[in-house]
């Protein structure tokens, strides 16, 4: 059976859509991966540029609210920034609920070049955290 999760941060424009394309990326055809947002912005370019460098599109991912979200049913729902488990609405149809607090590299603004390596500090530790943590709780490692 198909185990669907669910990625939230406040902007939904990184870390949660990094870990949605990492998810699909690893996971396969067992798992389906959603993210959204407290507020709905864009996917900011540095995430599509650190998810390129694995050879993960993140492209045709928009920016949502998860308000679309509150009904559906999730095996697990993450909040991967700090604010988003704060204002998080309980999710009634969700098996499970984990917080994994990820620094937000757009909070990195000294150079372009500093501000992708967190980008990518961000990418790798949502990449670990995937591996180790989610797909064997999901059953798919």
Known sequence: MTKRVLFLCTHNSARSQMAEGLLRWL???AVEAYSAGTEKTHVRPAAITAMAELGVDICPQS????DQFIQQAFDIVITVCDNANETCPFFPNAVARWHWSI???????SSPEARLAAFRQARDELC?????ELLPALGSN
């Not at 920016?63 to 998860?66: A, I, P, Y």
């Not at 620094?103 to 603004?109: F, I, K, R, W």
């Not at 670990?128 to 180790?132: A, F, V």
């Open 27 to 29: 996971g396969g055809d």
């Open 103 to 109: 620094e937000d590299p757009a909070a990195v603004t």
């Open 63 to 66: 920016s949502k609210t998860l």
């Open 128 to 132: 670990t955290r995937i591996e180790q």
